[in-house]
Structures are given as C-alpha cells and as structure tokens.
C-alpha cells in the first residue's frame, strides 16, 4: 500500500520528511514517479494534472494539500466514489489571521502611500483611519474565516461575517445567505473574502457587490482568484468606489507578467502566499486519514461534493 503526492512544480522533500517523521514505514511515491500505480489508495493532490488520478485504480481517499479542495471537486477525471478531504490547520489559521491583520493595518496606517512616499523622500502626515469608523466584513466563517474574525475582534475591531448557514455561537454577528448579504455588504469598509470557490462564490466580487460597500472600502481577497471580475475591481478603483485592494490569489497564477495588477497603484499583489500549508503541522493529519482510510474508518476533514467545498 502507498500514498501519492501529486504536486506539480513543487519540490516536495519537505512532505515526504514530515509524512515519515509520523510513520517512517510509509510508502510514497511523487508524481510523476509512481512505480506501482496499483499499491497507491491514498493521493495527496495540489494542482493535480488531468490524467493523473485516472491512473490510479485502487484509490480510497483523496486529500488535498491546502484548505481549498476546488481542485478536486466535480472534476470529470476524478475516479467516482472516492472520498475527498482536506487539510484544517493551526498554522494554517494563524498564518491567514496574520495576512488579514496585516492588510488591515497596512491599508488603516496607509502603508501603500508611506511607501510609495519614500522613494520621493517626502516627509507628509497622513491622518490615520480611525478604527473605531472601521468595520471589517469576511465573507466566509468557516475555519479560516471565523478564526481571522477572533483575532480582529480580539484586537478591538469591530468584525461581522457571512456564511451560507446561520452560526448560533460566532464571536462575531453573522450574516446569513444571499438575503441578508446587502445589510452585511453595507457595514463593510474593509471586505475580507475568506470563501471557497463553488458555482455559488465564482465572480461574487463583481461591480454590483462593490456598489453595496460604503465608499472607499478596501477589499482583501486571499480565497481564489476566480471569486473577482478583475475588470470590475479596475472600475471601482479608477471611479474611488474602492480605496484599494491586497491581493493574494488570481484567475491565472502565476499572475502575467503584463497584467495591470503588477503596477496599479492602489493594489498589493502577493503570490498566493497568504497561508501556505506547512507540511510539519499537517502532515500528522494526512498520515490519520491515511490509516482511517486503510481501515475503512470515518475521514477526518471531509469536503462535501455536493456542497462544493
Ligand atoms: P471552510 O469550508 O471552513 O469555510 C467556508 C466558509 O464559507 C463557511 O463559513 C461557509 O458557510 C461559507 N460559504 C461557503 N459557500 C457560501 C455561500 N455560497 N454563501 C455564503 N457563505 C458561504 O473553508 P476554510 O475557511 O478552511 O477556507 C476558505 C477558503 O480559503 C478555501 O476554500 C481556500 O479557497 C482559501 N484559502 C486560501 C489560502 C491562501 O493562501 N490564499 C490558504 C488557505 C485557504 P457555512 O459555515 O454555512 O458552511
Ligand atoms: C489552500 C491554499 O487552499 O493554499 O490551502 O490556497
């Protein structure tokens, strides 16, 4: 028996270290090394390629190797019946909470503008956003998104979030569905978006969500690319509808060289970096669902296909 690491372009030394520090008898086989594609039942995937999965007749789960399974879900090539998971991590968490604060704080002490002002070794003020005017809407309240709202909240922000079913016992005030979405847009100066990708999220950050926002809110979208229509956010910054926008995940990663992100002003690109799973925290939880998996036991992490995420 074998897991399989499916993770193009990456160098994965690190996971197979971490996978065996939690059992060193663990067979693995690294695409596109897979010796004996009958002993794999356990694959874990990131940017799987089409033909890859289809390969491997014995599967019994499939992870994913970050928080996000829209790689995997209602995918046409993917063997039927098998299982999805995904990873739910500390780090994971903390790691988007400290991306979150510091968008937050960069934009309210406005950082961009400092920034940019160094250059021309000009000496000028600005007065700072006060955060008592500052309320921060996430979209999304799920593992990531209601622990980012904690943290903010702890600090002494005043944070509301949206999710798809209504939470009785959030930190924070939570909006529900599409129709209490308006009241949660229009409370929002910083929007956060923290959702996973499904038909239902695709292209929500459009100009008709923008125009719901109080004017000049500034926009965090570290979930996925494909929740943004890249056109609408270059209207709203050009017209001032939004004040700026941090970046950190795109339709097409890495993002084109030649694309207007790179050099707008009053957008921060980074490279999908917000939190990246770290293999020394998840690799213990990978390890579990393998053995629950070889015993026929309950996953842990389970993605729901029907749901999307
Ligand atoms: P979860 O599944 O734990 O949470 C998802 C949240 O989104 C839930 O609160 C869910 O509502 C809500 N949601 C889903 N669909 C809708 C909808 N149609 N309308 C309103 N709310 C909805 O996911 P995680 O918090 O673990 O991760 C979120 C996403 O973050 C990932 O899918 C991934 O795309 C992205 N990510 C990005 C990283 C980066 O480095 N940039 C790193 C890790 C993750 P409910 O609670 O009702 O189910
Ligand atoms: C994830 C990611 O989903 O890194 O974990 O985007």
Redesign the pocket.
Same mark, same amino acid.
């Given at each position: 028996m074998s897991l399989a690491i499916i993770c193009p372009h990456r160098d994965m030394r690190d996971w197979v270290a971490a996978l065996h520090s939690h059992d060193p008898d663990l067979d693995i086989q690294v695409w596109p090394h897979i010796r004996a594609p009958e002993q794999v039942v356990f694959a874990l995937c990131w940017n799987q390629p089409a033909d890859a999965l289809g390969q491997l007749p014995n599967l019994r789960a499939i992870s994913s190797l %970050?928080? /996000?399974?829209?790689h995997l879900v209602g995918r046409a090539d993917l063997p039927a019946d098998v299982p999805l998971v995904?990873i739910?991590d500390d780090r994971?968490?903390q790691?988007?909470a400290e991306?979150v604060m510091f968008g937050v704080l960069a934009h309210l002490r406005h950082m961009w503008h400092y920034h940019r002002e160094q250059e021309k070794r000009a000496w000028q003020i600005m007065p700072p956003r006060r955060e008592e005017e500052t309320r921060i809407g996430i979209? %999304?309240? /799920?593992?990531?998104?209601?622990?980012v709202a904690g943290k903010l909240a702890a600090f002494g922000f005043r944070v509301h979030?949206?999710?798809?079913?209504?939470?009785t016992t959030a930190v924070v005030p939570v909006y529900?569905?599409?129709e209490e979405?308006k009241d949660f847009l229009h409370r929002a100066n910083i929007l956060v978006c923290?959702?996973?990708?499904?038909a239902?999220?695709e292209n929500?950050l459009n100009a008709r969500l923008f125009r719901c926002l109080p004017p000049g809110a500034f926009l965090i979208n570290?979930?996925?690319g494909a929740h943004l229509v890249e056109a609408d956010l270059l209207a709203a910054l050009d017209s001032g509808q939004l004040a700026g926008a941090l970046l950190?995940?795109f339709r097409q990663e890495p993002l084109a060289s030649d694309h207007p992100f790179w050099t707008h002003s009053k957008i921060m690109v980074t490279p999908?970096?917000?939190?990246?799973?770290d293999p020394w925290s998840a690799a213990g939880q990978v390890v579990d669902n393998y053995r629950r998996a070889l015993a026929g036991k309950a996953l842990l992490n389970r993605v729901d296909p029907a749901?999307?995420?």
């Open positions: %970050g928080a /996000g399974a829209d995904r739910v994971l968490r790691s988007m991306y979209m %999304g309240c /799920g593992e990531l998104g209601g622990y979030c949206w999710a798809r079913s209504r939470k529900t569905g599409r979405l923290l959702l996973p990708l499904t239902a999220t929500i570290a979930a996925r950190d995940v999908h970096a917000a939190s990246v799973t749901r999307g995420y």
